[in-house]
């Protein structure tokens, strides 16, 4: 189950005046800002989360900036993971709007396909439920394991309900793009791309041994490819946060220094997101003092970001916005959280 352009769509249920326009959660344009979020409409000029205000505002000029209400998500969030929970499924919550339920004890019958086509009414009411009572949408997708289940849940977004089934999965993943499957980031995709693979068929058919074009990812990227995917659900020892930091020698404001420090500390963050197959929502940067007094400042953004230069430019802004280095640092450390497996957002063209 993954919630449609959530912080926008309570931004929307919230403010009659803001439906069917196009909404941007971040600070305005005229200011030094990220976008958080944005709506459907706002995102058929582009606009997505993570990029600068003004890039926003260049891309969308009729666009309605509002402000970040990350409390007021989260109390939303709690409520339709409240409603989640009372399917009597088997939860894994992956971010703030988006979650894996485990319905096989409820949902079986003679054949999988069967089992899944039982799956589909419980999914009806959960839509309803959250629609009735929280006055969002949200898109489902049915399928027999977390790969498959994931991809549905992004083809027919907003309001939609998709069954992926067991003697028609392969046909179905074979038009969609590589960037689809489950650990393709943007450096895998380009790998792959020189190579001719730019369909999930193209991984199908590809006659070689994918080792010699992503290394050891190669035999799972494989079986993605058929929608094969043994992994359990996670349930409580999930990796919480990934981070790094640095003391320094001699306590310094060095501008030079300091942003090389910072991406270095990015690029360390986005290898081991990318190993775990990872996203990042939140990025906190953390600074110590010579006295020892310790801030940190933090964005959280809809879309999960894996990208070092994404992480980087996030967390120049945390430093900047809150004038962070008005003196010496004796520490600076940079961490994502909020963490969940990135999603393929080609499917948002389809």
């Given at each position: 189950m993954d919630m449609d352009a959530f912080y926008a769509s309570v931004e929307q249920r919230?403010?009659?005046?803001?439906r069917g326009r196009p909404v941007i959660v971040g600070a305005p344009p005229t200011q030094r800002g990220v976008v958080c979020a944005s709506s459907y409409e706002a995102r058929k000029f582009g606009v997505r989360s993570a990029m600068p205000s003004a890039t926003a505002g260049r891309l969308c000029p009729h666009g309605i900036f509002v402000r970040p209400r990350m409390d007021h998500y989260r109390e939303e969030s709690r409520h339709?993971?409240?409603?989640?929970?009372?399917?009597g499924a088997v939860v894994e919550t992956m971010s703030i709007d988006e979650a894996y339920l485990d319905v096989s004890s409820l949902t079986q019958a003679k054949s999988a396909d069967e089992s899944l086509l039982e799956a589909v009414p419980l999914a009806r009411h959960?839509?309803?439920?959250i629609l009735s009572e929280r006055k969002l949408t949200a898109t489902i997708g049915i399928a027999s394991n977390k790969l498959l289940a994931k991809i549905a849940s992004d083809h027919k977004k907003p309001d939609g309900l998709t069954v992926i089934s067991e003697h028609e999965k392969v046909l179905f993943l074979r038009p969609l793009p590589v960037r689809v499957v489950y650990g393709v980031g943007k450096v895998t995709e380009q790998t792959l791309g020189q190579?001719?693979?730019?369909?999930?068929?193209?991984?199908?058919?590809?006659?070689g041994d994918l080792r010699a074009l992503v290394g050891s990812f190669g035999p799972k990227l494989k079986q993605f490819a058929f929608g094969q995917d043994d992994r359990a659900l996670e349930i409580g020892d999930e990796i919480k946060s990934i981070s790094n930091e640095e003391t320094f020698l001699k306590d310094t404001d060095d501008r030079k220094m300091l942003r090389a420090c910072l991406?270095?500390?990015?690029?360390d963050i986005s290898a081991r997101l990318k190993h775990r197959r990872l996203g990042a929502h939140t990025v906190q940067?953390?600074?110590?003092?010579?006295?020892f007094t310790t801030l940190t400042r933090q964005i959280s953004v809809e879309e999960p970001i894996t990208e070092a230069a994404e992480?980087?430019?996030?967390?120049?802004?945390?430093?900047?916005?809150?004038?962070?280095?008005?003196r010496p640092l004796r520490l600076l450390g940079l961490g994502v959280s909020n963490l969940r497996e990135p999603s393929g957002r080609q499917l948002a063209l389809l």
């Open positions: 919230d403010d009659p005046g803001l339709i993971m409240q409603i989640v929970a009372q399917t959960l839509k309803e439920r190579a001719g693979i730019v369909t999930v068929g193209d991984l199908q058919d590809y006659p991406k270095a500390q990015a690029t940067v953390k600074v110590r003092y010579s006295d992480i980087y430019r996030l967390s120049c802004f945390l430093l900047g916005r809150d004038k962070l280095v008005s």
